[in-house]
């Protein structure tokens, strides 16, 4: 397919449209999936602040040596990828995957936090505060120590979060 056929065949099949909707469809269950991820990740999450932007349609041929079949409808496919940013920072990619009849076969969206091992830590970290406190309390504690013990926890998640948003 060269890129006049191709770009026929995006406007026919209406990719653009299909892509982007594809992606709101797949970043609102990621939403309601992963809520401690959103938490987690940004401060005071707004969904105003995503932005997703087309980067690129390709069309694609699989060829696989054993069975050297390149003109089934499943060896063709055209990749949809767009950007997703939020605050004008680029946090990951969504793909749609089409057979050249236009048919979607499949989709992925994928999240590039910043951070990973610093993540893993304050996620860690957010479970053992929860563990100390229901220990705490089990035990019989004061209260007014196990808010010093929770407050200083909660003193460290906060300076994690704030080096995750830098």
């Known amino acids: 397919m060269d890129n006049l056929a191709l770009k026929g065949w995006i406007d026919t099949h209406k990719i653009i449209d299909r892509t982007l909707k594809g992606f709101w469809v797949a970043f609102n269950n ?21 932005k997703a932007s087309i980067d690129t349609i390709e069309h694609k041929t699989i060829f696989h040596p054993d069975y050297q079949i390149v003109d089934s409808v499943y ?24 057979h050249t009849n236009g ?20 996620e860690a970290l957010t479970e053992l505060q929860k563990e100390i406190k229901t220990e705490l309390v089990k035990n019989r504690v004061e209260e007014d120590k196990i808010e010093k013990i929770y407050d200083l926890i909660s003193k460290q998640i906060s300076k994690i979060k704030d080096q995750i948003h830098k």
């Open 30 to 50: 990621y939403i309601k999936e992963s809520p401690e991820e959103i938490d987690l990740f940004f401060n005071e999450f707004n969904i105003k602040d995503i």
């Open 103 to 122: 048919e979607c076969f499949d989709d992925s969206l994928v999240t590039e936090w910043t951070g990973w091992y610093i993540t893993l830590k304050l």
């Open 75 to 98: 060896s063709q496919q055209v990749i949809s990828t767009l950007d997703i940013y939020y605050i004008n920072e680029r946090i990951g990619y969504y793909r749609m995957f089409f």
